[in-house]
C-alpha cells in the first residue's frame, strides 16, 4: 500500500451545509440574535429566512471544520447591519413573532419585557451589543462566544462587564422613566 | 430583588417571548423549502465570484467579435467599388 492510498491521507472533498436540517436547528437562534443584532422583531423572520437562503446558496462555501451556528451567524450579522431599523415606539403588535403562550397576560408581560429589554440594548454599541446578546440572551459561554466572533477571549470578558453595567444603567433609567414599574 | 436579578429575569421573560413555537418552526421550515423551490426552478443560482462562467463570455465575445471583423475586413477587400476606392488617382493626360 502506497502512502495516498492510506484511508487516513485521503482528502475527501469538503461537506456541503444540509440547509434543511440546519433550519431547523438553528433557526430559532438566528431569530433570536437578529432581534438582538437591532433587528425589528416584525422583520426579523424575513430576515432569518434571507439568512438560510444565501446559507443555501453559498453552501458549497461552508468550513465544515466550524461550526454550523457560527458560519449561520456571520450572514445574519451581515444582513442585520443591512436591514436594522430604528424602533420608532414601544408597540406591542411589532412584538407578535415571539408570543409563545396561550396565556395572553403573560404574552402581554414577555412581549413588554421585551421591548425593555431591545430599548436597554440599544444603549449598548454593536461590539458590546453582539457579545452581550450571546452571553446573556444565549448563554453561551466567553469561549464560545470568542470562538463566534473570533476575539479573543479576554476581549469577550471585557465586553460582557461593560454591556452589563451598560444594559443595567440604562434598565434603570427607563424602570425611573416609568415610575418604577415592573417589566 | 438585586439589579443582576432584574436582569436576569427581564431577559428571561424577553428571551421567552421570542421562543418559537413547534408549529410555528414548521410554518417557517415549509416557506423556507417554498422559496429554495421558487429560487431552483428560476434557475441555478450563479455566484459572483465564479470565474469560468465570465472568462466563457469574454471568450465568446472575443471570438465571435474577431469572426465578425474578420468577414468585414475580407468582404471591403474584395469589392470593387472599395479597390477603385482606394486607387491612386489617374493621370490626367493634357490634351497638348
Known sequence: MTVLERPALVIAPPAALDVAAAFRE???????????LGVTPIDADDVAQEVFVVAHRRRGEFDPSRPARAWLYGIARGLARNRRRVRRDESLDVLSVGVSTEDPERAA????????????????????REVFVLTEFEGLTA????????????????????????????????????????? | MNVEQDREQLIGQARAALEIRPIDLDEAARRFAARIDADAQRGAWRGSTEFVPLVRTWGRV?????????????????????????APPAPVESEG
Open chain 1, 26 to 36: 438553528h433557526y430559532p437562534f438566528v431569530l433570536r440574535a437578529l432581534v438582538g
Open chain 1, 109 to 128: 408581560a414577555q412581549s413588554e419585557a421585551l421591548s425593555l429589554a431591545l430599548r436597554c440594548l440599544d444603549a449598548l454599541s454593536t461590539k458590546l
Open chain 1, 143 to 183: 469561549p464560545e462566544v470568542a470562538e463566534l466572533l473570533e476575539l479573543p477571549v479576554n476581549t469577550v470578558y471585557s465586553r460582557v462587564r461593560l454591556g452589563r453595567e451598560r444594559f443595567d444603567g440604562a434598565l434603570a433609567k427607563l424602570r425611573a422613566q416609568r415610575g418604577g414599574k415592573g417589566p
Open chain 2, 62 to 86: 472575443l471570438v465571435l467579435g474577431a469572426i465578425g471583423i474578420a468577414l468585414i475586413a475580407l468582404s471591403m477587400a474584395r469589392c470593387p467599388l472599395y479597390e477603385r476606392a482606394i
